[in-house]
């Protein structure tokens, strides 16, 4: 069975769209469940889902727990050999979903893989990076920083053939397949990180358990995708925006957790984010 995970976040309108393409797009063949892990929960979602989708599983929680917290919750509600955990504000495509679980099940050195996101143009979206360094997440989030460019070409993968299947370092955890055995070898995302770097740090221990993660463009999912952690520059972000200062809290104890930065930097980004 595959159980398909959405954590939602009050956004009933894309969740709505979510779920009627998932219905859509499904085969009847396919042994599924679907659960809808729903933090900050509201009437108007439960709703969505009690009257419109009464086969999905609601899980309802009253705070908001964050991102990494509802996949865990999810998982473990979950009845299937394989994961799908999707974002509310992706729209599957005919077969994309049965071509992305054949492909697992067909190689099980396979930990995560994710396909290529489109933006609603049919215009693909970066999804698939090098990990992380404490220079890139500055270089990331200041625009006029000198040697940009060069800075971040092996982050964003710059020269790499990303029309081809591929491993890669991690992916954008909007879409994201993985199978029940590989998750007990690694475990669950690590519920210290909130919102963002869980699927960063899941990669990388998938990786260093002897598991891939891989890339599968011939898998083409639409995305609604709004970058909200970065709108302005870094110091405004800092005071104006709460997505922004959990996005780089998040992103520095992903890089204390590798040994990247040492504690006392850690703490001292935490007491003022």
Excluded at 62 to 89: C, H, Q, W
Excluded at 132 to 154: H, Q, S
Excluded at 250 to 272: A, C, P
Aim: charge should be positive; glycine fraction near 6%.
């Amino acid at each position: 069975m595959l159980s398909i995970i959405i954590v939602n976040y009050k956004n009933p309108a894309l969740l709505r769209l979510c779920l009627k393409s998932l219905e859509r797009t499904l085969s009847p063949n396919l042994n599924y469940e679907i659960l809808v892990v729903d933090i900050s929960s509201e009437t108007q979602t439960q709703n969505v889902i009690l009257e419109e989708f009464p086969k999905a599983k609601l899980l309802p929680f009253k705070n908001n727990i964050g991102y990494t917290k509802g996949v865990n919750a999810g998982i473990k509600e979950s009845s299937g050999d394989y994961f799908l955990i999707l974002n509310p504000d992706i729209v599957p495509l005919k077969d994309s979903v049965e071509k992305l679980l054949a492909y697992l099940k067909q190689n099980p050195d396979i930990g995560l893989i994710g396909p290529q996101l489109l933006n609603f143009d049919g215009t693909p979206q970066q999804s698939c990076f090098g990990f992380y360094n404490a220079i890139t997440i500055v270089y990331r989030r200041i625009n006029f920083l000198p040697f940009k460019n060069k800075i971040l070409r092996k982050f964003l993968l710059t020269g790499s053939d990303l029309s081809v299947v591929r491993s890669v370092d991690w992916l954008m955890g909007s879409a994201l397949m993985t199978s029940k055995r590989a998750v007990e070898k690694i475990g669950l995302m690590d519920n210290d990180f909130f919102l963002y770097f869980s699927d960063v740090d899941w990669a990388k221990r998938f990786w260093e358990n002897g598991f891939k993660v891989v890339y599968y463009p011939l898998v083409k999912i639409y995305h609604y995708h709004r970058r909200v952690s970065k709108k302005n520059y870094w110091l405004i972000d800092l005071f104006t925006n709460h997505q922004s200062r959990q996005h780089i809290k998040d992103g520095f104890k992903y890089l204390y957790k590798w040994g990247i930065i040492k504690s006392s930097e850690n703490k001292l980004i935490d007491q003022h984010v």
